[in-house]
């Protein structure tokens, strides 16, 4: 079974940056694309980016886009989102997420697609 740790979350002010890791144990990487959602106190949960097993492609929700970069170290077993500019809005629970790929450019949007689950980190902006 994929185990998945994120870390990197934690308190910082508007304009700030982040850089959130989502760290597998027992897999290879290269076969699993990685979403990264976030859940918000109350709302549902929603993706903020996601990337393909291969890395060559990825997905950034508006909200985010221009602001945050999804990348894979396929060696290193190693998702990281690097958060920049942050905003109060970014405040949430962030989960990253995988699911074994059948193509190496493929990328999932819904959390349906996706079968293991981190535990989350939070991370808070403050204005």
């Known amino acids: 079974q994929v185990q998945l740790v994120e870390s990197g979350g934690g308190s910082v002010q508007a304009g700030g940056s982040l850089r959130l890791s989502c760290a597998y144990s027992?897999?290879?990487?290269?076969?699993?694309?990685v979403g990264w959602f976030r859940q918000p106190p109350h709302k549902a949960r929603d993706l903020v980016s996601a990337i393909s097993s291969g890395g060559s492609s990825t997905y950034y929700a508006d909200s985010v886009k221009g602001r945050f970069t999804i990348s894979k170290d396929n060696v290193k077993n190693i998702v990281y989102l690097q958060m920049d500019s942050l905003k109060p809005g970014d405040t949430s629970v962030y989960y990253c997420?995988?699911?074994?790929?059948?193509?190496?450019?493929?990328?999932?949007?819904?959390?349906?697609?996706?079968?293991?689950w981190g535990q989350g980190t939070q991370v808070t902006v403050s204005s």
């Open positions: 997420a995988a699911v074994r790929a059948a193509s190496s450019g493929d990328i999932f949007s819904t959390p349906s697609e996706y079968d293991f």
């Open positions: 027992e897999t290879t990487a290269s076969l699993y694309a």
